[in-house]
C-alpha cells in the first residue's frame, strides 16, 4: 500500500506563548518547532498499517528550509521518504491555499514514481491553528472521498475500515481507495525514535518542491480572513475556604456564590 502523510511544524505546545506588545503577532522567539502532535498520530497509525498490509510512507509538509527537520523526524519513525514543499509564494498561505499546494505536489510525486497514493494521512488539526480544514479541502482538491476523525483504520478487500470517533461514541466506516483520512488521538502512543534510527535519519536526501517544480501553482487569494488574534483572558485565581466545620464552609460557600450572583 503506498501512503503519504501531510504534517505541519508548529511551536511546542507545552511552551505558554504571548503576543508581541502591541501587535496581533505571535512572539515565537527562543520556541522549538515540534511535528504537530495530530500529526504524529497519524504517522503512527500509517506506521502500523504499513506494518500489517506492507507499502511505503512518504511524509511530506509545507515551510521553510527548516522544516526538514520534522521530515527527518517521521524518517526516523517509520516513513520511508520524505520531501518538502517550499516556496517564498507559499507564505502566508491559508487552509484552501494550503490544500491547493498539497494537492500539486501529490500529483508531481504520483507522476515521478509511476503510481497513485491509496491514502492520505492528515491529523484532525493543527494545534498551532486548530481549524481542522485541510484534510477535507484536501479531499476536495484531489477529487477523492474522506474520513474524519479516526482513532483505528485496517484493510478491507473493498478498501478500507475506519473507525472513527462521534459525539455519540464510535462507528465503522468502508472507503474505497484512494481516499484521505484525518486521524484523532488514537488509544496508543507514537512510538519514539531509536538512536539508530535518528542517525539513519539524518543520512536520509529531502528532496524539495517548489512553485516551478508544481507548475507554477499558486495558493490563490485567500478563502478565509483572520478578524482578530488575542491571548485568552487569565483565570483567576481560586479561593481556598478553610472554616472550622464542613457545615460552615458550604454556607460560605454558598454565600460567596450568592454575591457573586452565579447562583
Sequence with gaps: ??????????????????????????????????????DTYALEMATRLKEAVGGSITAITIGPEGAKDAVKTC???????????????FEGA??????????AAIRKLEADAGKPFDLIFCGREATDKASGQVGPQLAEALGVGV???????????AGVQAKQETEEGYRLVDAPLPCVVTVNKPPYDPRYPTIKSKLAARKMPIPTLDAAALGGVAPGAAGSHV?????PAKRQAGVKLKEETCEETVAKAIAMMADAKVL
Design 1 to 38: 500500500m503506498e501512503i503519504l502523510v501531510c504534517l505541519k511544524q508548529v511551536p511546542d505546545d507545552s511552551v505558554e506563548l504571548h503576543l508581541k506588545p502591541g501587535t496581533q503577532e505571535v512572539n515565537l522567539e527562543g520556541v522549538t518547532p515540534v511535528v504537530n502532535a495530530f
Design 75 to 89: 524518517l526516523a519513525v517509520g516513513a520511508n521518504q520524505g520531501c518538502l514543499i517550499t516556496d517564498p509564494s
Design 94 to 103: 491559508d487552509t484552501l491555499g494550503k490544500s491547493k499546494i498539497l494537492a
Design 147 to 157: 474520513v474524519t476523525d479516526l482513532v483505528d483504520i485496517q484493510q478491507t478487500d
Design 227 to 231: 478578524v482578530k488574534v488575542y491571548e
